[in-house]
């Protein structure tokens, strides 16, 4: 593994996850928790075992999610966590 590179996550755990933090995002509307879960569907939609609508939906949905951070606060482009 490289340094920046995080280990890989079950994708039931990842799910989960994504499920948990949507639900907290919801109460909180924190911007902190939104880049978390634009974080966290990257690497959805890059797991090897996610089926590929899984992967295109996770993607797709990132894009939403990092929209509506300020620019500042955005994943670089072409930049990945996973």
Same mark, same amino acid.
């Given at each position: 593994? %490289?340094?920046? &590179? /995080?280990?890989? #996550?079950?994708? &039931?755990? /990842?799910?989960? #996850?994504?499920?948990?933090?949507? #639900?907290?995002?919801?109460? *909180? +509307?924190?911007? $902190?928790?939104?880049? *978390?879960?634009?974080?966290?569907?990257? %690497? /959805?939609?890059?797991? !090897? $075992?996610?089926? $590929? #609508?899984? %992967?295109?939906?996770? $993607? @797709?949905? +990132? *894009? &939403?999610?990092?929209? *509506? /951070? !300020? !620019?500042? &606060? +955005?994943? !670089?482009? @072409?930049?990945?966590?996973?």
């Amino acid at each position: 593994m %490289r340094k920046n &590179e /995080l280990p890989e #996550t079950r994708l &039931e755990v /990842l799910v989960g #996850t994504l499920i948990y933090m949507m #639900t907290v995002y919801h109460r *909180s +509307r924190r911007r $902190d928790v939104a880049l *978390s879960i634009a974080a966290h569907l990257d %690497r /959805l939609a890059h797991h !090897p $075992d996610a089926d $590929d #609508t899984v %992967r295109r939906v996770a $993607d @797709g949905m +990132r *894009s &939403e999610w990092e929209r *509506s /951070l !300020p !620019p500042a &606060e +955005r994943m !670089p482009e @072409g930049a990945s966590v996973h």
